[in-house]
């Protein structure tokens, strides 16, 4: 089945540095990566739209310029919180929508836990 | 403003029974609706998708059944076990393109021997 992989699955960091997330399609092309974001005992809340080769598209209230996205390639996608503080510690979660597969079809990575001193 | 609500927080039952996870949504109209199971500090699972023309869908000993005209979808597990105890999703695709996931609330399924 196809996989997606986070790379790391928990990072801790001191107020002010910034990080950098991986999210990678390991057996498939995807056109389309989305970032979700989840605080504890909460849903998934999308933070943004990325497509290979364009600007990632922000959901309503998504600091682009504090969460830079990239997708450089048909299996890579990062995510960077930049200048992270305290309240940016939360999970994230990236998925990636085959290429050739249907337009519902999405794949979940592991997540990532973001802990911000 | 669009609202997906999942019944409970928390349903606790008794391994072997059916277990019924209710999804309410407003202000949507969706082409699709999903159901995840989420474990603790893990990304989400698919386990089903069902399109507005479908009525009921079945996998193994899931179940899910959805009625546009109530905005509501169920989900069942049949002969519950331990194993299936977990946090499930439901998460409503259409609008805003077909890809955008909008994920509800959660039910945490605690399924006891």
Known sequence: GAVVSQHPSWVICKSGTSVKIECRSLDFQATTMFWYRQFPKQSLMLMATSNEGSKATYEQGVEKDKFLINHASLTLSTLTVTSAHPEDSSFYICSASPASGAQETQYFGPGTRLLVL | ?113
């Not at chain 2, 698919?46 to 979808?73: A, C, H, W």
Request: charged share 20%.
């Open chain 2, 1 to 113: 403003s669009q609202k997906i609500e999942q019944n409970s927080e928390a349903l606790n039952i008794q391994e072997g029974k059916t277990a019924t996870l209710t999804c309410n949504y407003t202000n949507y109209s969706p082409a699709y609706l999903q159901w995840y199971r989420q474990d603790p500090g893990r990304g989400p699972v698919f386990l089903l998708l069902i399109r507005e023309n479908e009525k009921e869908k079945r996998k193994e000993r899931l179940k899910v059944t959805f009625d546009t005209t109530l905005k509501q979808s169920l989900f069942h597990i049949t002969a519950s076990q331990p194993a299936d105890s977990a946090t499930y999703l439901c998460a409503l695709l259409g609008e805003g393109g077909y890809q955008k996931v909008t994920f509800g609330t959660g039910t945490k399924l605690q399924v006891i021997p």
